[in-house]
C-alpha cells in the first residue's frame, strides 16, 4: 500500500474481517477483534535438514493472548453479542480462559471460566485474572469441567464458548487457509497436536474448503461462487500425549496425565470429526510421550529459535518420532501447527534433560573471569 510516495505497512484486521467472506458473518455484524492471526509461517531449517524437506513452523504463540485460540474466540465472542448474551463461560485447561477473558472484556461481557483443580499454567491463570474473569476452579478435571459448562449454558443465561461452539471451529479454519495463501498451496503433511480435537477439526474444514469450490451459506444462495484456492489437501497427522491418548486408544481416559497440560483430556469433544480429519485425509492420529515433547520442545527453542509451551511441541515431537521410524517421505512440505507461546508455561525451560534445575553460572564482577568463562 502507499500513501503519497510513502509506503504504508499494511496493517492486519484480524481474521474475521481477512477471512469475511468464508465465515459466518455479514456487513452488520460488530465484530470483536484483537487483530488474532496473520501469525508467521516459519521455516524450521534444522527439522528441513533432518527430513530433507520443507518443514514450516506456524507460530500460534503470536496470537494477541498467545495461542491459537484466539482464532476462534474472535468469533466466538462476536457470535455472543450477536445472540445478546450478557455473559460467556468456558471449560479451560488454560488458553481458552485466557483468550475468553480478553475478547469478552473488549465486548463488555462477563466471562466465566472453569479450570481444573492445579495444572493450569501460571501464566494462562494470570492473564484470565487480569483480564476480570470469574474463575471458579473445579474439583475435577478439564473433562468434568466442561461437562458442568455445557450443562450451565443449557440451563443458565449464559454463552458457551468453548471449541463445541461451531463458531470456534469456523475462527481456527483460518489457520489453514492462511498456510495456503503463503506457502501458494496447501503442504504435503499437516501436523499438530491433539487434545480436545477442535483444533484438527478445523484446520481440515479450512484445508477442504480452500480445495473446492465454495460458497458461503451465510451469504445466501445466490452467493457467487468462490474458485478453488488450493489445488489439494494435505495428510493430517495428530499427536496426542501418551498419557492422554484416547483417541489413539481408543477408549476415553479417565485420569489423563502429561506435561503438556493444553491436551491433558481424556474425552476430547471433537473425537469423531478427529477420527474424519484423519480417514478423509489419509493421515494418522499418534502418541507422543512427555520425554519426546520436552525433547521436541528443546529442539524448536534451542535449534529453530521458537519458543512454545510443551503441549505446542507435540506436533514436532510426531515428525521426529515418525522420522525415527523410517516413516517420513524426503522432499515433501510439512506445516507442524506450534500452538502456543513458551512464556505461557516457561518452567520448562529452565530443567535439564534429567530434571534438574538449570543454573547460571556464578562470577565475580570481573572482565577476564567473564571472557575465561565465555571461552573468549
Ligand atoms: C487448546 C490447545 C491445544 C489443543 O487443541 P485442541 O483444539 O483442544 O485439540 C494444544 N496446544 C495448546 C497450546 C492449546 O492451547
Given at each position: 500500500m502507499t500513501k503519497g510516495n510513502v509506503a504504508v505497512a499494511h496493517q492486519w484486521r484480524g481474521v474475521i474481517r481477512e477471512y469475511a467472506d468464508r465465515l459466518?458473518?455479514?456487513?452488520?455484524t460488530q465484530i470483536v477483534s484483537l487483530g488474532e492471526g496473520g501469525t508467521p509461517l516459519v521455516r524450521a531449517a534444522a527439522l528441513s535438514d533432518l527430513v530433507q524437506g520443507e518443514v514450516f513452523v506456524k507460530?500460534?504463540?503470536?496470537n494477541p493472548t498467545g495461542s491459537f485460540k484466539d482464532r476462534g474466540m474472535t468469533m466466538a465472542i462476536t457470535a455472543a453479542v450477536e445472540s445478546g448474551a450478557k455473559a460467556v463461560v468456558c471449560a479451560s485447561t488454560g488458553n481458552t480462559s485466557a483468550s475468553a477473558a480478553a475478547y469478552a472484556t473488549q465486548a463488555g461481557l462477563t466471562c466465566a471460566v472453569l479450570v481444573p483443580a492445579g495444572k493450569i499454567a501460571m501464566g494462562k491463570l494470570s492473564q484470565a485474572i487480569a483480564h476480570g474473569a470469574e474463575l471458579i476452579q473445579v474439583d475435577g478435571n478439564f473433562d468434568g469441567c466442561l461437562d458442568v459448562a455445557r450443562k450451565l449454558a443449557e440451563n443458565y443465561p449464559v454463552f458457551l464458548v468453548n471449541s463445541v461452539n461451531p463458531a470456534r471451529i469456523e475462527g481456527q479454519k483460518t489457520g489453514a487457509f492462511e498456510v495456503v495463501d503463503t506457502l501458494g498451496d496447501a503442504p504435503d503433511f499437516h501436523l499438530l497436536p491433539v487434545g480436545n480435537a477442535g483444533n484438527i477439526t478445523a484446520y481440515w474444514k479450512g484445508y477442504r474448503e480452500y480445495a473446492e469450490a465454495w460458497s458461503n451459506p451465510r451469504h445466501g444462495e445466490d452467493a457467487a461462487q468462490l474458485a478453488p484456492v488450493a489445488t489439494r489437501t494435505p495428510q493430517m497427522w495428530g499427536f496426542q500425549a501418551a498419557g492422554s491418548a484416547p483417541i489413539v486408544a481408543g477408549h476415553p481416559i479417565t485420569e489423563p496425565e502429561t506435561v503438556a497440560t493444553a491436551i491433558r483430556?481424556?474425552?476430547?469433544?471433537s473425537w469423531e470429526k478427529a477420527e474424519e480429519a484423519r480417514e478423509e485425509s489419509g493421515g494418522v492420529i499418534d502418541s507422543v510421550t512427555d520425554e519426546e515433547i520436552l525433547a521436541a520442545h528443546r529442539w524448536l527453542s534451542s535449534r529453530e529459535g521458537v519458543f512454545v509451551e510443551p503441549a505446542s511441541a507435540a506436533g514436532v515431537a510426531g515428525l521426529l518420532k515418525k522420522q525415527a521410524a523410517g516413516e517420513v517421505p524426503t522432499g515433501k512440505t510439512f506445516v507442524i501447527t506450534v500452538t502456543g507461546h513458551g512464556l505461557k508455561d516457561p518452567?520448562?525451560?529452565?530443567?535439564?534433560?534429567?530434571g534438574s534445575d538449570v543454573a547460571p553460572t556464578k562470577v565475580p564482577q570481573d572482565v577476564e573471569t567473564v571472557a575465561r568463562q565465555l571461552g573468549l
Open positions: 459466518p458473518v455479514d456487513d452488520a507460530v500460534e504463540g503470536m483430556i481424556g474425552n476430547p469433544a518452567e520448562w525451560a529452565l530443567k535439564n534433560a534429567d
